[in-house]
T-cell receptor, first 112, second 114 residues
Framework: SQQGEEDPQALSIQEGENATMNCSYKTSINNLQWYRQNSGRGLVHLILIRSNEREKHSGRLRVTLDTSKKSSSLLITASRAADTASYFCATDRSYNNNDMRFGAGTRLTVKP | GAGVSQSPRYKVAKRGQDVALRCDPISGHVSLFWYQQALGQGPEFLTYFQNEAQLDKSGLPSDRFFAERPEGSVSTLKIQRTQQEDSAVYLC????????????FGDGTRLSIL
């Protein structure tokens, strides 16, 4: 069964706007990761945040983690049409990244 | 460098047939994972190998599903007596297997059961 739940299920914005996606999960975790999937392709790792971290940045991506609320958010700033994809959070209870469970994803559409 | 390679990319089979899906992981990656992804959903864990050992097969939906990785590199997912509900994309991923290293995914095999 899937561990995380993303919110919203679908998001449509204009190029240049920011996109925020949320993820909630149920059990304790070692780390939480965000992945991106273009249509018909495999998943691509974006960013990993450990359970003892609260915020992490990578380029235009900003991830926050609140373990007390069992939730995470992914912010994409200054969105581009090429950011159009599905975004998944994955929680991992292990220390070797071998116990990942994915949510159902947020479908992001960025209009040019 | 080469990524995770899966074959075939598309597979159409009649209900009741057996199918075999192949995954070539990144060279040197110890861990290998199989996931099933239904349309519009996230990947669902099926099974996990560390080298040739299948350490977790708790996600396999039935005994019709079988996975192997006999030499610790290439893996095959076999589905026997396929049923329509087996139609999905089957994703393979590999990782170093130590520490918080990300999983690297192939582009999947889209399986359609008629």
């Amino acid at each position: 069964s899937q561990q995380g739940e993303e919110d919203p299920q679908a998001l449509s914005i204009q190029e240049g706007e920011n996109a925020t996606m949320n993820c909630s999960y149920k059990t304790s975790i070692n780390n939480l990761q965000w992945y991106r999937q273009n249509s018909g392709r495999g998943l691509v790792h974006l960013i990993l945040i450990r359970s003892n971290e609260r915020e992490k940045h990578s380029g235009r991506l900003r991830v926050t983690l609140d373990t007390s609320k069992k939730s995470s958010s992914l912010l994409i700033t200054a969105s581009r049409a090429a950011d159009t994809a599905s975004y998944f959070c994955a929680t991992d209870r292990s220390y070797n990244n071998n116990d990942m469970r994915f949510g159902a994803g947020t479908r992001l559409t960025v209009k040019p | 460098g080469a990524g995770v390679s899966q074959s075939p990319r598309y597979k159409v089979a009649k209900r009741g047939q057996d199918v075999a899906l192949r995954c070539d992981p990144i060279s040197g990656h110890v861990s290998l994972f199989w996931y099933q992804q239904a349309l519009g959903q996230g990947p669902e864990f099926l099974t996990y190998f560390q080298n040739e050992a299948q350490l977790d097969k708790s996600g396999l939906p039935s005994d019709r599903f079988f996975a192997e990785r006999p030499e610790g590199s290439v893996s095959t997912l076999k589905i026997q007596r396929t049923q329509q509900e087996d139609s999905a994309v089957y994703l393979c991923a590999s990782s170093h297997g130590q520490g918080n290293q990300p999983q690297h995914f192939g582009d999947g095999t889209r399986l359609s059961i008629l």
